[in-house]
C-alpha cells in the first residue's frame, strides 16, 4: 500500500485571521486543536494552520518557500472569495487555463504562503489524460541571454526564470553564465526543471552553471543554438550580443513564439509580424504562455 499525505503545514503569525480566511476561501470551517492549531480536512488531507507563537512555541511563523495546491470542484467561486476583502497579498488577475491544461489561479496568502486553486476537473497528476504526446510533457521556455549583464539585467533573468517555472514550464538555456545562470537559479528557487544547451562536447569544455539539472553537451560551439531554438515550446531573450540575436532568428524562423525583454529592436519587411516586446518580467512570461495557449 503507499503513503499516504495526511497533513500539510501552513505557517501563519495570527491563528484567528488564519481560522477566518481560509474558512472563508475553502468553505468550510475547520476546526481548532490547539491554541495555536486550526485543521481544515482537504479530502483526507489535513491543513494545518500553525501560529508557532500562539502555540508557546519560541519562535515566529516563516512562509512557506513553494506553492501548496488545492484541487477544487468551483475554481470560480473560490477564486472570488479569494480576491474579496482584505486578504491575498497577491492574487493574478483571472483564472488561467495552463499549457499544461490546468485550468488555476496563483496567489499568495495572508500570511506569505504561496498557494494555487486548480478547477479538479482539470488537475494535471502526470497520468494522460488525452493525447499522450500532449498530456505527458510540460512546455518548455528558452530563456536566452549573454554571459555577462549587469545586476538589473541579471535580476530580471532570475526573475523570468522563477515565473515560467513556478508555471509548470521546464527553463531551458545555454547552461552557462550571466542571464543563462540568473534564469537557471531563478527556476530552481521556484522548484523547476532546467535544462543546459553547453556548446562543448562535455563538462571540461563546457561546465555547467550550478543551476543546471540537466546538461546537453552538443560539441557543436556557436551552432548550438539552433538546438536551444528547436527544443523551446517560446523563447524569450534579455539583452545579449549577436548569439542572441541568432537565437530570435532562429526562434521566429521555426515558428516558435519569441518575446523581447530589454534586448534588440528590429526593422524589417512590415509585412512579417514583429515580436511582441515585453518591459517587465511577468509581461514576457505571460506573453510566452498565452502564445503557447494559443497554439496548442
Known sequence: MPPRLYRVILPVNDIERAAAWYGAVLGVPGRRVSPGRHYFDCGGTILACYDPRADGDAFDARPNPDHVYFAVGDVEAVFERARGGAGCQRIEERIETRPWGERSFYATDPFGNPICFVDERTAFTGEPSGPPERAARRPVIGVMGASRAGEEL????????????????????????????????????????????????????????????VPVFTGLGDARNWVNACSSDALIAIAGGHGTLSEIALGLKLGRPVVLLRTWRFEGDPSLPAPPRAETAEEAVEMAFKALGARR
Open 154 to 213: 541579471l535580476r530580471l533573468a532570475e526573475d523570468v526564470g522563477f515565473l515560467a517555472a513556478r508555471r509548470g514550464a521546464a527553463v531551458l538555456t545555454g547552461g552557462l553564465g550571466g542571464v543563462m545562470e540568473a534564469a537557471a537559479r531563478g527556476a530552481k528557487r521556484a522548484g523547476g526543471l532546467t535544462i543546459g544547451i553547453l556548446p562543448g562536447a562535455d563538462a571540461r569544455q563546457s561546465p555547467p552553471n550550478e543551476f543546471i539539472d
